[in-house]
């Protein structure tokens, strides 16, 4: 009994002091980034010490100076200056030197300097001159931000903001544990001078660019197969009709989209872009992608149009080729003027600000927030009133349903033209959730970049809108047959007259976009 109560014992102080030792804080911070708060106040759960309460896991007491220690970076901003106060660091003797002037640099947001709002009430300074070393990394070597470029400066973040206009993108940010900051006093010929000036962490190896070769390839993948469906319906005069031209055009659109991002991609990847290329091939991308989207809504109105029963409006009158040049306008013009709209912001001159484009400030494409603005908030516009439009449709369609159910046999040429629309509907909702799936995952990457498992996975999902759009459109057995009818007869080879029946006309088939039929009903 005594031996298990004394084991007892033993473990649950074990257990005691780990559990005190985590939630102290001793394994989240050190001397370095504590503050002593032995004279704080005691309260609920926690010390109160200069206004700011360190609650459980956020203190731990230090048994060699026999104090309580506030681990202060977990409840301000920690930046790093390479000298103590009334120091600067002399970047010559690679020391710290006398300097008496106050420590206050500019504090910046993402785009400004902060008006009063100064360094040491904004941030806890730690104290010491950066040493790559402790990451371990063989690559890593300190650098002076001066010897790189002129144009940096702190964020409110703590974060050090490095922009380089070479290259893309022209900014980086290094956190406070890859720099120190200080005054450099710079002894030169004519007597001391000092700047503002920085110590930086900086890796010699490039960053890893597999996320761009995987994502180029992905779309790369995607443009062979959307080639491919677009060679299909361009080939085979049956598909040439309305329908079929709404959709080479999206598939040209899409086409180009892909194309062009993953050839940026490609160009980031072997570091041979520039800042001027990026903006030209932003406002091509963003254009051709926007117009997929609309000749996409332009399918789900089309769809809906045909079962709405809206017969004698103008657009009913309109031809095929009329229907055609109207949906082009809108199709091309909506994109083409929130393009120029997107250029205009970029070049309008007008301070930046978290709304506007600024595309020369983030590198290749729209960045962050500004993404779901420009980009996503019109897709998801037109996801809604496609959405609204496949509801309706199926709201006409089940009391069409009702209404022809007896007279189903009599009708059968009409029950088949309802038929296939229906058909052709349900295309266009297997489009759709590819596409829809496609543009959610994108926008989950958006929202968390640093996720880099879930931006494979969403890359690697871009290989599949090729193929689906090519297992959905051409991946049919009316599709073969219209290829093998197309090839024999450029090959002059005759085709028996029942053949050439079933080629055209088949009723249990389920692809509508493969007959060339009006629809006038």
Not at 380 to 393: E, M, Q, Y
Not at 485 to 503: E, F, T, W
Request: charged share 20%; hydrophobic share 40%; aromatic share 12%.
């Amino acid at each position: 009994m005594y031996i298990k109560l004394t084991l007892f014992l033993a473990v649950t102080s074990i257990a005691k002091c780990w559990t005190l030792s985590v939630s102290d804080g001793k394994v989240l911070c050190d001397r370095d980034t504590s503050v002593d708060i032995s004279q704080g106040v005691k309260v609920d759960n926690g010390i109160l010490y200069k206004g700011v309460k360190y609650g459980k896991g956020e203190y731990y007491f230090d048994s060699e100076t026999q104090t309580h220690r506030g681990c202060i970076c977990k409840k301000k901003t920690c930046v790093q200056k390479c000298c103590p106060f009334g120091f600067g660091y002399n970047p010559g003797l690679k020391n710290c030197t006398p300097y008496t002037e106050v420590f206050d640099p500019p504090i910046w947001d993402d785009y400004h300097v902060l008006e009063g709002v100064h360094a040491l009430q904004t941030f806890h300074l730690l104290f010491d001159v950066i040493e790559c070393m402790k990451f371990n990394r063989s690559d890593m070597i300190r650098l002076r931000v001066s010897k790189l470029t002129d144009n940096f400066h702190i964020r409110k973040d703590g974060k050090l903001h490095i922009e380089s206009p070479e290259d893309v993108p022209p900014w980086t940010l290094r956190t406070p544990d890859k720099y120190c900051v200080d005054t450099f006093v710079l002894e030169e010929e004519d007597g001391v001078s000092s700047r503002l000036d920085a110590l930086v962490c900086f890796s010699t190896d490039a960053e890893d660019p597999h996320n761009y070769l995987l994502s180029a390839a992905c779309m790369l993948i995607s443009c062979v197969f959307i080639l491919a469906t677009l060679a299909v319906y361009a080939w085979l005069p049956e598909l040439r009709n309305l329908y079929g031209k709404v959709l080479m055009a999206y598939l040209s659109c899409l086409l180009l989209a892909f194309l062009l991002l993953g050839s940026m991609q490609v160009l980031v990847y072997v570091d041979n872009i520039n800042t001027n290329m990026c903006l030209v091939l932003t406002f091509f991308i963003y254009f051709s992608m926007l117009s997929a989207f609309f000749w996409l809504n332009v399918m789900c109105f089309d769809i809906y149009w045909t079962f709405s029963g809206k017969r004698g409006l103008s657009l009913e009158k309109l031809s095929n080729r009329g229907r055609f040049l109207a949906y082009s306008t809108y199709a091309f013009g909506v994109p083409s003027v929130l393009t120029a709209l997107l250029i205009g912001l970029e070049f309008s001159g007008m301070p930046v600000h978290p709304l506007m484009p600024a595309l020369r400030h983030h590198g290749c494409f729209i960045h962050g927030n500004r993404k779901l603005l420009y980009l996503y908030g019109p897709i998801l516009l037109l996801s809604l009133a496609n959405i609204a439009f496949f509801t309706l449709t199926t709201i006409r369609i089940a009391g069409i349903n009702r209404q022809t159910s007896v007279l189903q046999n009599k009708e059968s040429a009409t029950h088949d033209h309802q038929r296939k629309d229906k058909q052709r509907l349900l295309l266009y909702v297997k489009l759709f959730s590819v596409m829809g799936v496609s543009w959610i995952l994108e926008v989950f990457s958006a929202l968390y970049p640093e996720a880099q498992l879930f931006w494979q996975f969403t890359d690697s999902y871009n290989a599949l809108i090729g193929v689906s759009i090519f297992v959905v459109f051409v991946c049919k057995r009316k599709i073969f047959r219209l290829i093998k009818k197309r090839y024999n007869h450029l090959r002059g080879v005759p085709m028996a007259r029942n053949q050439s029946s079933m080629g055209t006309c088949s009723s249990r088939d389920d692809v509508r976009m493969t007959v060339s039929l009006n629809h006038a009903t």
